[in-house]
């Protein structure tokens, strides 16, 4: 069965400070990875993808993920943080079988001060 | 762009009480999913539809029930609200059975049963 971890439940970063929000997964198959941004009081949002190809996957907002097999791993990065960032983030993995069921990790808030 | 509508931002329930939670989606989506939302918890699939009529138990489904009788729209049903249903709960689409297609979320319902 797929499963993602995602570490860290409260991650805080300085305005313009590299943001990390890392997922890890589990999947008896080469697993398709997601990541999707959740505002206040808002349903969640597409932010990337990894399907197939290339690893290192760009996104809106400037973020990207590099997916590493050999690590198990989706992480998320933004080079330098903005006060609009803040939200909580979430990490999914798809399923074999029907109707592409997703598996999300427990979710990551991410605050940023100044 | 896809859009997912959920009829209610806000619901107060009572306790007893058979509760609807309407779901329309506009673009033309194979694939329904009802999720609750809560804190530490992250997102919890509780029913999911491939096709009219056709519905599967997600991961909860216990003390709710659903209907989709139009393509479009997929309602979840908590047959008798109970105080441990409060929470937020999110409708989400897809198109087609492969595993590689995202997730379209609603803006969710926050739903109290008092």
């Known amino acids: 069965a797929q499963s993602v971890t995602q570490l860290g439940s409260h991650v805080s970063v300085s305005e313009g400070a590299l943001v990390l929000l890392r997922c890890n997964y589990s999947?008896?198959?080469?697993?398709?990875l997601f990541w999707y941004v959740q505002y206040p009081n808002q349903g969640l949002q597409l932010l990337l993808k990894?399907?197939?190809?290339?690893?290192l996957v760009k996104g809106i907002n400037g973020f990207e993920a590099e997916f590493k097999k050999s690590e198990t791993s989706f992480h998320l990065t933004k080079p330098s943080a903005h006060m609009s960032d803040a939200a909580e983030y979430f990490c999914a993995v798809s399923h074999t079988g029907t109707a592409s069921k997703l598996t999300f990790g427990t979710g990551t808030r991410l605050q940023v001060t100044l | 762009d896809v859009k997912v509508t959920q009829s209610s931002r806000y619901l107060v329930k009572r306790t007893g009480e058979k509760v609807f939670l309407e779901c329309v989606q506009d673009m033309d989506h194979e694939n329904m999913f009802w999720y609750r939302q809560d804190p530490g918890l992250g997102l919890r699939l509780i029913y999911f539809s491939y096709d009219v009529k056709m519905k599967e138990k997600g991961d909860i489904p216990e003390g709710y029930s659903v209907s989709r009788e139009k393509k479009e729209r997929f309602s979840l049903i908590l047959e008798s609200a109970s105080t441990n249903q409060t929470s937020m709960y999110l409708c989400a689409s897809s198109f087609g059975q492969t595993f590689n297609q995202p997730q379209h979320f609603g803006d969710g319902t926050r739903l109290s049963i008092l």
């Open positions: 990894y399907t197939t190809g290339a690893t």
């Open positions: 999947s008896s198959v080469p697993p398709y």
